[in-house]
Every structure is written in C-alpha cells, then in structure tokens.
C-alpha cells in the first residue's frame, strides 16, 4: 500500500472518529504512540494475537519494508517489522522490552 493511499484512510478514520485524533494528540493523560522494531527472534513467526502484549497496549499498523499492513491477529509478525504502537507508558516500556 503506498504511502497516499495510508495517508488517505488515516485522514478518514479521523473524520469518521474524533476520539482517535483526540487519543492521539492528547498531552494530558499518560499514554504515547510509539514505533518499535522486531528484533526479538522469538517473537517472529508468531501471530499477533499469540504474541502475549500489555493490557494496555494496541497495534495501530505494521511496517514490512515498503507495506504497510493492517494489523489483525492472524497477521504473522516477522523480524524487523516496524510496529507502530498506542499504549500507557509503563506498558509501552514492556512492549519495547519484549520485541528488543
């Protein structure tokens, strides 16, 4: 998926949901979006959703080189995928630590 066309689903997505420009852009509550690369080899060829993540921590895309890939949790992580990731920041720490 090129670039234009993420850009153009992230502008409806916030069309279509003010609350996710509001969770993304707030500076007032103690959460954070982060992007974190797979370097842990044990957590590649896993599923996302066998993949166990913080309570509190949401996959909002994944990056495989040029792609861009809408997470869902049959989706296969793969070493030096880049996540992009909306989460508390303790657990956002934890998220970092499990995919270093």
Same mark, same amino acid.
Request: net charge positive; no cysteine; proline share 5%.
């Given at each position: 998926m090129c670039a234009a066309s993420c850009s153009a689903l992230l502008l409806a997505l916030l069309l279509r949901n003010t609350d996710v420009h509001t969770l993304l852009t707030s500076k007032t509550d103690e959460r954070d979006v982060r992007e974190v690369t797979i370097n !842990?080899? !044990? /957590?590649?060829?896993?599923? &996302? %959703? #066998? =993949? @166990? &993540? *913080?309570? #509190? =921590? &949401? /996959?909002?895309?994944? %990056? %495989?080189?040029? #792609?861009?890939?809408? *997470? @869902?949790?049959? /989706?296969?992580i793969e070493l030096f995928d880049r996540l992009t990731l909306l989460g508390c920041l303790p657990d956002l720490e934890e998220a970092e630590d499990m995919f270093a």
């Open positions: !842990n080899a !044990n /957590v590649s060829g896993k599923r &996302l %959703r #066998d =993949v @166990h &993540l *913080p309570r #509190d =921590v &949401l /996959v909002l895309s994944i %990056r %495989r080189g040029e #792609d861009f890939i809408i *997470p @869902h949790g049959n /989706v296969e």
